[in-house]
């Protein structure tokens, strides 16, 4: 039994590790390397809207170690989203919408960074009213 939380996975077939074939969820960890995604009950959804002729989305943010690869986000009737199991807590992000960075559209909580370009940021509290 696994606990509520985010896993990557591969199987081993024929001594070679394979993604898993059933799971189109699947995260690059940078090195060219991909992963099968599991998230066990889910808490939170990152969704970006007005982008629905975009070729790729990713999410990218302190919860992945921004990895610029990573969360490539699903479209889904003209939306994009990502469904994640987050613990309570202050978390940065973006959106890379065919390869450009851009903050939450949605979401008028940003900081600034080091680039001068700021973040996107998500006070996340499972137990509070959305």
């Known amino acids: 039994m696994l606990a509520p939380d985010n ?3 591969k199987f081993i077939v024929d001594d070679r590790w394979i993604t898993d074939p059933e799971n189109k969820l699947t995260i690059d960890d940078g090195s060219w390397n991909k ?3 599991l998230t066990i009950e889910p808490n939170y959804t990152f969704i970006l809207k007005d982008y629905p002729d975009a070729k790729s ?3 990218s943010g302190s919860f992945n ?3 610029e690869k990573a969360y490539q986000m699903q479209r889904l009737n003209g939306e994009w989203i990502f469904h994640l199991n987050l613990s309570p807590g202050k978390y940065k992000y973006k959106f890379i919408v065919d390869g450009v960075l851009i903050n939450d559209p949605a979401n008028s909580l940003w900081e600034e960074n080091e680039y001068g370009t700021g973040n ?3 006070w996340f509290n499972p137990l509070s009213p959305k």
């Open 7 to 9: 896993y990557e996975y």
């Open 35 to 37: 992963n099968s995604l």
């Open 57 to 59: 989305v990713v999410l």
């Open 65 to 67: 170690n921004w990895n």
């Open 120 to 122: 996107s940021v998500l």
